[in-house]
């Protein structure tokens, strides 16, 4: 258990560190570095408080970029939201997937109704960043970690087919 519990912490902390990234985490287009974590629930369970906590923890020091109390609810809503998704995903093509839609659609939603900014547009802009992170940062990483084999004894429960995709037990 303490373990589960120290694992999620990392993670949160792992995902306040790109606090750094400020200026382009935030907004109707944004790129926001600590979503190339989003795919980690995949390979285990407690990245999904892990990355909900540390979403919370981002929107509050970062003010929310400017949408106050609606980021940090909405948006780490959707995160929580996204993670169990990609946690239930059979496939690491697939897992990928959930947080590209999930926050395309509810933080879009709640951007343009703040900026005015068409709703479409907005969820274009944000699906748009969220592919790229999690597409072109993400899966990569996990590639990277999954052969480095640096996780083994957290990602006991999976397996990889014959086709190299990471599919669950």
Known sequence: MIHKITLSAVIAALYVTTFVFLPISFGPIQFRVAEAMALLPFFMPEAIFGLFAGCILSNLIGGGGGFGIIDVVFGSSATLVAAWLT??????????????????????????AITE?????TMLYIGASQFVVCFAIGIPLSLILHRSRVFDTILLSKKENEAGIWVKK
Do not use: D
Not at 93 to 104: D, H
């Open 117 to 121: 900014i068409p709703v479409l547009l």
């Open 87 to 112: 946690y239930k995903s059979p496939n690491i093509w697939i897992a990928a997937i959930p947080p590209v839609l999930v926050n395309a659609i509810v933080v879009g939603y709640y951007v343009a």
